[in-house]
Structures are given as structure tokens and as C-alpha cells.
């Protein structure tokens, strides 16, 4: 499998916006499900958004709804985060992921994602 890439991370002060991206092979991107999630020193993994690239379906976490928005990019088989309004606590590695799901299970189960980025370090200063 062709890994994904992240990029688009970086230090932003408290209600600032970033926008990270994650670019994957058009084998890995049709008709599967990505996501977006994102691990803090010493805290778990935790899911934050995940969309299923056949049709679009989104699924947030209850702390970035409204706040965060994942979108996609077909035609370059990419995955984006736009993420507003952003608070010291979501300052962590965000990492994408690629799993072989159907809509109905493309939620944010870790465990159900098998292609894993590098990450990208999101750092949000109060």
C-alpha cells in the first residue's frame, strides 16, 4: 500500500484556522473510507472527522462539530481538514488514514484503518 501523506500543520495562536491536507494514490482513495485523527503526548489516539470518498458521507467527533470541516478532492485524490476556531486543546499530531470500509461503518474506530500517514503537528497557543 502507498502510504498517505499530510501536510499543512504548524502553530497557530487560539481561534486561528489551519487547513491540513492529505494526498493518497487514486488505488488507495476510490470508494473507500478516510480520516482524520489525532493523538496528544501522553493522551490516546482519538478520531476527529472521517468521510466515506465514495459518496461523501461525513462523521465528526462531538469536540470539533462546527468547528472543523473535512472535505475531499477527487479529481486529486486528496483529503482535506479545515479547522477554525481552534483552541490549545486540540494542539496534537493529526494523522490521516485510509481504511476499506463501507459507508456504514466509516466512522472513527482507529482499529477499523489499516493505511496510516506520518502525521502533522498541530500546535494551537492560547
Request: glycine residues 12%; neutral net charge.
Amino acid at each position: 500500500q502507498v502510504q498517505p501523506v499530510e501536510s499543512g500543520g504548524g502553530s497557530v495562536q487560539a481561534g486561528g484556522s489551519l487547513r491540513l491536507s492529505c494526498a493518497a494514490s487514486a488505488y488507495t482513495y476510490a470508494r473507500v473510507c478516510t480520516g482524520w485523527f489525532r493523538q496528544a503526548p501522553g493522551k490516546e489516539r482519538e478520531g476527529v472527522a472521517s468521510i466515506y470518498t465514495g459518496g461523501g458521507s461525513t462523521y465528526y467527533a462531538d469536540s470539533v462539530k462546527g468547528r472543523f470541516t473535512i472535505s475531499q478532492d477527487n479529481a486529486k485524490n486528496t483529503l482535506y481538514l479545515q479547522m477554525n476556531s481552534l483552541k490549545p486543546e486540540d494542539t496534537a499530531m493529526y494523522y490521516c488514514a485510509v481504511g476499506l470500509l463501507s459507508p456504514k461503518y466509516c466512522t472513527l474506530v482507529a482499529g477499523d484503518f489499516d493505511n496510516w500517514g506520518q502525521g502533522t503537528q498541530v500546535t494551537v497557543s492560547s
